[in-house]
């Protein structure tokens, strides 16, 4: 029964489940109906509260009756309703009436990486004097720990505009190139960023890589690629955690 009870709540087209009843054990159909429509409008404005940018975007209704469709198709797979949603950018990509907005998978995936980020573990900062105690040998072979809540987004698209455009007050004009956005929380609040393709390469290869390799691969990505400018800025943003 429950697991009828749990299928008829996403699927508007099932019978109430049978057992299901009221007082004095009449048929509880109405109940139940309003029950399912409050489970689905729960779980939009979930996914809502998740996506603000893709709902401002597309406008609420168009939003709703979407996310009406996602939350059917793929129901929580956690109690905790900060992991629902983790799945919408890759069903955006699958979604007809969105096809001709390209971009909207990858805005999706910069807001769920705003999401990740902030939720991410907490860490305290390296001490800066710990990089400056490193000579040349050992700076090459270091490795570099980061903070947690560091998100990279590739995308062919101009999505940190988009994002900044729809989100903040800034309504600079939005151009054509495609960009990188970073994410972060170093303290309690989620900063974004539109790094260059060195910094993203470098951020990316220090993961698994010593600081040297990473270097190397920030240098191929951008031959001007500035190392002690980039630590520096890491350093002083509190997204370095250790050295070793």
């Known amino acids: 029964m429950q697991t009828e009870f749990a299928k008829g709540l996403l699927d508007p087209n099932l019978p109430t489940p049978d057992g299901v009843v009221g007082p004095g054990s009449r048929a509880a159909g109405k109940r139940y109906d309003v029950y399912r429509n409050n489970v689905v409008v729960s779980l939009t404005e979930a996914l809502a509260s998740a996506y603000?940018?893709?709902?401002?975007?597309?406008?609420?209704?168009?939003?709703?009756?979407?996310?009406?469709?996602?939350?059917?198709?793929?129901p929580p797979k956690s109690p905790l309703m900060i992991y629902y949603g983790e799945d919408f950018p890759a069903f955006l990509t699958k979604f007809p009436p969105v096809s001709h907005l390209g971009y909207l998978p990858d805005v999706a995936r910069v807001e769920l990486a705003r999401r990740q980020s902030y939720h991410a573990a907490d860490a305290a900062p390296c001490p800066?004097?710990?990089?400056?105690?490193?000579?040349?040998?050992?700076?090459?072979d270091a490795r570099i720990v980061l903070h947690p809540s560091i998100q990279i987004i590739r995308s062919r698209y101009?999505?940190?505009s988009i994002w900044r455009y729809n989100s903040t007050d800034d309504n600079s004009p939005i151009g054509k190139a495609r960009e990188i956005t970073m994410i972060s929380r170093?303290?309690?609040?989620?900063v974004m960023q539109n790094p260059t393709a060195g910094?993203?390469?470098?951020?990316?290869?220090?993961r698994a890589d010593p600081m040297g390799v990473a270097m190397d691969k920030?240098?191929?990505?951008?031959?001007?690629?500035d190392l002690a400018g980039n630590l520096t800025e890491l350093l002083s943003a509190g997204l370095i955690t250790d050295i070793k």
């Open 52 to 74: 603000p940018v893709i709902q401002t975007i597309v406008g609420k209704e168009f939003f709703d009756a979407m996310a009406g469709v996602h939350v059917r198709k793929h």
């Open 128 to 140: 800066p004097e710990k990089l400056g105690n490193l000579d040349g040998n050992k700076l090459y």
């Open 158 to 160: 101009p999505v940190f």
């Open 186 to 190: 170093p303290t309690d609040e989620v």
């Open 199 to 206: 910094t993203a390469m470098f951020i990316d290869s220090l």
């Open 218 to 225: 920030a240098k191929a990505a951008q031959p001007d690629f």
